[in-house]
């Protein structure tokens, strides 16, 4: 005589539904999407910006400098004065070439927007632009 399972066996089998490739799919998409993702730098100051008319659109992955009203030269939210600016500009076009974009209030001086500028070229920067009101 067999042995053959009775109705009574089977209704203590539990079926159960493996989620660990679920899980690790998750994982896996959350790192894609971390990795992925472009992180804007702003430079930490409010600035009025003057209007332009040929206002254009540029790149995400860029050097904010922001001139304030006062005459600070601010970078990532810092001070860095006139005399910083090469040596940021310079560190951050190392690895690859990134246009400088300028926020500078309407009433800056001239002779510092110019100095910005100057410092930024003489740093190795190919593009740098003023950042305007659209």
């Known amino acids: 005589m067999r042995n053959r399972p009775s109705l009574d066996d089977s209704d203590?089998?539990?079926?159960?539904?493996?989620?660990?490739p679920?899980?690790?799919?998750?994982f896996i998409l959350l790192?894609?999407?971390?990795?992925?993702?472009?992180?804007?730098?702003?430079?930490?100051?409010?600035?009025?910006?003057p209007q332009a008319a040929s206002a254009v659109d540029l790149e995400k992955n860029s050097i904010l400098i922001a001139i304030t009203?006062?005459?600070?030269?601010?970078?990532?939210?810092?001070?860095?004065?006139?005399?910083?600016?090469r040596s940021i500009v310079r560190r951050n076009t190392q690895?690859?070439?990134?246009?400088v974009i300028i926020q500078a209030d309407r009433n800056v001086p001239t002779h510092l927007l110019v100095g910005v500028i100057d410092e930024s070229k003489l740093a190795g920067a190919e593009s740098v632009s003023i950042s305007t009101e659209n």
């Open 95 to 99: 690895r690859e070439m990134m246009p």
């Open 22 to 26: 679920l899980i690790d799919m998750v």
């Open 31 to 49: 790192i894609f999407f971390i990795v992925t993702t472009v992180f804007v730098e702003e430079t930490g100051v409010d600035v009025n910006k």
């Open 69 to 85: 009203d006062t005459g600070k030269v601010v970078y990532g939210g810092r001070e860095i004065g006139l005399s910083g600016v």
């Open 12 to 20: 203590n089998q539990t079926d159960e539904l493996n989620i660990s």
